[in-house]
């Protein structure tokens, strides 16, 4: 057994002898030596531990393909056909290309991201968001910061720190990943006091708990799910008028947060920044990645004197945005100033306010090459379906569709594992196809498909089925 372990390590090859090689010196060129020797390395041990001889072509590929796998992207682009048009999972809102193109212009080199050039002088980073988030929603003032959780965090923590804050007992909502709005409020150092029920809550349940320990009144819009039947909420009005009667400020967390009312494209109403605003509340909160379009923000909007409070508190610098974020933010916004153009322009606009026969158009061509793709795997049919809008918004609306499904064949109970067989080549695609399996089927939803062409292109080009 020694012996001839021993004449297997002879036979390796030494390290400058497989630098020489054509294709490994060529990729020594491409990447650089240390990257590769360190791989040559890793190989050569893989063969003495496993006391095999190293054969130049196969040892060669193994290198090019670990060195493919080293350097890929861990964060990619993907095909989003789950039917969930803004999947947090997924990255939410798609940009559009004003805030691609704003985003690589900023990253190119330096910027003006806190320098006034009017002044020739430092300035304010939220300077390029506030003025159109100010034209927007009607506001005195208003801040950015990372994302609307830490927006939340920063408007607690800023007006409530010590003291209780007022909020229903039917708003302690809990969202994706087991955030939950009691655990904010005691990371910011606020005192959460329920008031009303589960279902019922009353102007009187506030009235009767402001207090000496009271440091603001707050409704947390309970985007990510619906009470229905015997139920009673106090509307925004109400509340600003008993916070301002007792000298306390009153803040909305709509989290999705739409700047346009979305009736107009046929699709649900959802409360926007300035019905609260209109409704006298002192700050709203709401996302930049959700019905707003846009990259994953906290906007804060509301009177100067607060948002003032706000930007003086350390927490803020912690929980700024950075160049790219806010050239982003601002080239959507920009966006707003035309709302004609928007359902064109904004990409999740556009495939949310997508018409039904257009996806069934799309279906109908795309189902041949689904056919052919997936062979006699499954079976291929085009079906309607239901999707919905995701991240929290409108949870019980759903987005009539098309999507191509995909039966599997052959015995029932090998059925699952068909269907994870399908699902898994479409993963591994160039670009990854993701899908929903349902009711035993592999549904490929088509509402947010654009690039048709990439899709066929690359299904064609597949034959791992």
Known sequence: MLTTELDTRRTLPAMDQILNWPLI???????????????????????????????????????????HAYLSPSLRKVFNLTGTVLHTNLGRAPLPEEAIQAMCDVARGASNLEFDLDRGKRGDRDSHVEAWLCRLTGAEAATVVNNNAAAVLLTLNTLAKGKEVLVSRGELVEIGGAFRVPDIMRRAQAKLHEVGTTNRTHRRDYDEAISSRTGMLMTIHTSNYVIQGFTASVAERELADSAHAHGLPYAVDLGSGSLIDMRQW????????????????????????????????????????????????????????????????????????????????????????????????????????????????????????????????????????????????????????????????????????????????????????????????????????
């Open 25 to 67: 010196r060529v990729l020594a060129e491409q990447h650089g030596l240390t990257l590769v020797k360190r791989l040559v390395n890793h190989q050569l041990d893989r063969l003495r531990t496993a006391r095999q001889p190293c054969e130049p072509d196969s040892f060669t590929a193994d290198i090019e393909r670990e060195l």
């Open 266 to 465: 046929g699709l649900p109403y959802e409360p926007t920044p300035m019905d609260s605003l209109s409704a006298g509340a002192d700050l709203v909160t709401f996302s930049g990645d959700k019905l707003l379009g846009g990259p994953q923000a906290g906007i804060i909007v509301g009177k100067r004197s607060l948002i003032e409070k706000l930007k003086k508190n350390p927490l803020k610098r912690a929980l700024r945005c950075d160049k790219v974020t806010l050239a982003a933010l601002e080239a959507v916004l920009r966006l707003y100033a035309s709302p004609e153009t928007l359902a064109k322009r904004l990409p999740a606009l556009r495939w949310l306010s997508r018409p039904h026969a257009d996806i069934a158009d799309q279906a109908q061509r795309l189902l041949p090459a689904m056919r052919q793709w997936a062979r006699d795997r499954a079976t291929v049919s085009r079906i309607e379906v239901m999707g919905q809008i995701g991240s929290g918004s409108l949870p019980i609306e759903r987005l009539p569709s098309e999507a191509i499904a995909f039966t599997p064949s052959g015995p029932a109970r090998s059925a699952n594992r068909q269907l994870l067989i399908l699902q898994r080549a479409l993963l591994n695609m160039p670009i990854p196809v993701i899908g929903r399996i349902h009711d035993n089927r592999l549904l490929i939803d088509l509402r947010c498909l654009d690039e048709e062409q990439q899709l066929l292109e690359q299904l064609a080009r597949d034959t791992t089925t």
